[in-house]
């Protein structure tokens, strides 16, 4: 058992921002190009070809709404199994988590 698995996570403490907000409408065209995608699950070649073409592509938008909400990343080092919320920044939260109201 790994020390994350060993306590309770907490977005404060094991949430990571993944993509700042000064990347604007291009944050997700920035996460296709810096994930790892080989960690990801439910999304396909053609789907991450797409929303690396940027947000002037039609379907842009929807499809990064499908990926936000149906998306899981798993860490590489961990196993921790990750949700993607996007508000401002792009974070990856860890399954079992909730965002906090104040957030």
């Known amino acids: ?4 698995q060993d306590r309770k996570l907490t977005f404060e403490d094991d949430a990571i921002m993944m993509i700042d907000d000064h990347h604007g409408v291009y944050q997700a ?3 296709a ?3 790892l995608r080989e ?6 070649d053609e789907q ?3 929303l690396e073409k940027g947000p002037e592509e ?3 938008w929807d499809l ?3 990926i936000e909400s ?3 990343i798993t860490s590489p080092d961990t196993g921790t199994k990750y949700y993607i919320y996007h508000s401002g920044p792009i974070w990856l939260v860890p399954e079992g988590v909730d965002i906090p109201e104040e957030f």
Request: aromatic letters at 18%.
């Open 33 to 35: 190009e810096a994930i």
């Open 29 to 31: 065209q920035y996460f």
């Open 70 to 72: 149906n998306a899981t």
């Open 58 to 60: 039609p379907y842009h």
């Open 48 to 50: 991450w070809n797409e």
């Open 64 to 66: 990064w709404n499908m």
């Open 39 to 44: 960690c990801v699950e439910g999304v396909t």
């Open 1 to 4: 058992m790994t020390q994350m």
